[in-house]
Nanobody, 121 residues
C-alpha cells in the first residue's frame, strides 16, 4: 500500500519561504522517482521539481535557483524548499512517486491529495 502525503502549505507573502514535506509510506523514497507538481487555473498542472532515484534533482526553469528538492531517507520524506516565493507560484502542490522510470514524468503512479500554497500581499 503505497502512499504519499503532503504538508506544509499555507498563505505567505511575496518573498517569503516555505517548506513542503512529502511523507512516503509503503515504499522507500530512494527507490522511487518523486516529483512535485502544481496545479493552477491558468497553467494547469506542471512539473515543478523531481528527485530522481539516484538523487539527481530536476527543476522547472521558472523555479530554478529558488526551489530545492531533497530527500531524507531516515524520515522517508521528500522536501520542497521554496524561497523568494512569487504570486505566480500559488497553486495546489502535489507530491507524486513513480517506479516505472528513474525520473519523473507527467504520468506518475502515486499521487498525494495536495497542499495549497498561496502567495499574496
Amino acid at each position: 500500500q503505497l502512499q504519499v502525503v503532503e504538508s506544509g502549505g499555507g498563505l505567505v507573502r511575496p518573498g517569503d519561504s516555505l517548506r513542503l514535506s512529502c511523507l512516503a509510506s509503503g515504499f522507500a523514497v530512494d527507490d522511487y522517482a518523486i516529483g512535485w507538481f502544481r496545479q493552477t487555473p491558468g497553467k494547469g498542472r506542471e512539473g515543478v521539481t523531481c528527485i530522481q532515484v539516484d538523487g539527481t534533482p530536476d527543476y522547472l526553469q521558472a523555479v530554478y535557483g529558488r526551489f530545492t528538492t531533497s530527500r531524507d531517507t531516515a524520515k522517508n520524506t521528500v522536501y520542497l524548499e521554496m524561497n523568494d516565493l512569487k504570486p505566480e507560484d500559488s497553486g495546489v502542490y502535489y507530491c507524486a512517486a513513480d517506479r516505472k522510470h528513474s525520473f519523473c514524468t507527467s504520468n506518475m503512479d502515486y499521487w498525494g491529495k495536495g497542499t495549497e500554497v498561496t502567495v499574496s500581499s
